[in-house]
């Protein structure tokens, strides 16, 4: 198992482009979700998924949209990119919720 | 709403034991878990506890007292490679999970 990828792992964009970062697993697992990490804070939830075709905003939802067509696959999209979502975007699954998250190896963005 | 609360940073020699306190503030309550994440990493897991008591698994352990909102991770025969972030986290009812702020380690030779 490769358990869960993200692509791309670096990536500047420019103010007001948008872009599409890719988390795949296949653990089959229910729940996948979305944070962000900024320099020396927490991981701070964007959205989640409880399953395909189903959606919710997590503490920081704005600026960002997400589906959820198929188990394996919880894309994030970044609408007209400010600088203040330069971070480190990091996908998670679990089986059920509560239990080990299991996460991705993270996607760095800069926005200038 | 639901808050944590752990110290920003610990620092503690080689062989030491170190513990790193976390409180919590809920609506509803169904464990506390703990992640380890080293500089530029993902977080790993580390432990989840549901009911009160210690959890052993390896030189880490975990401990949670509900009555009082309280847990702490206990680091035992602390190496190098121990020095990361950790961090508490909280699951909800609707499938999030809510993260502290997270406490810097720093194991000093």
């Given amino acids: 198992n490769a358990g869960v990828t993200q692509t791309p792992k670096f990536r500047i964009l420019k103010i007001g482009q948008s872009m599409t970062l890719q988390c795949t697993q296949d653990m089959n697992h229910n729940y996948m979700y979305w944070y962000r990490q900024d320099p020396g804070m927490g991981l701070k939830l964007i959205y989640y998924s409880v399953g395909a075709g189903i959606t919710d905003k997590g503490e920081v939802p ?51 | 709403g639901q808050s944590l609360e752990q110290p920003s940073e610990v620092t503690a020699v080689e062989g030491a034991i170190v513990q790193i306190n976390c409180t919590y503030q809920t609506s509803g309550f169904y464990g506390l878990s ?65 993260f502290g702020q997270g406490t810097e380690l720093s194991v000093k030779p």
């Fill in chain 1, 62 to 112: 704005n600026g960002y949209n997400v589906s959820r067509s198929t188990t394996e696959d919880f894309p994030l999209r970044l609408e007209l990119a400010a600088p203040s979502q330069t971070s480190v975007y990091f996908c998670a699954s679990t089986l059920t919720s509560g239990n080990e998250q299991f996460f991705g190896p993270g996607t760095r963005l800069t926005v200038l």
């Fill in chain 2, 34 to 98: 703990w992640y380890q994440q080293h500089d530029g990493g993902a977080p790993t897991f580390l432990s989840y506890n549901a009911l009160d008591g210690l959890e052993e698994t390896g030189r880490f352990s975990s401990f949670l007292s509900r009555s009082d909102s309280y847990g702490y991770l206990l680091l035992q025969e602390l190496q190098m490679k121990d020095s990361a972030s950790y961090f508490c986290a909280v699951p909800n009812q609707g499938g999030k999970l809510i």
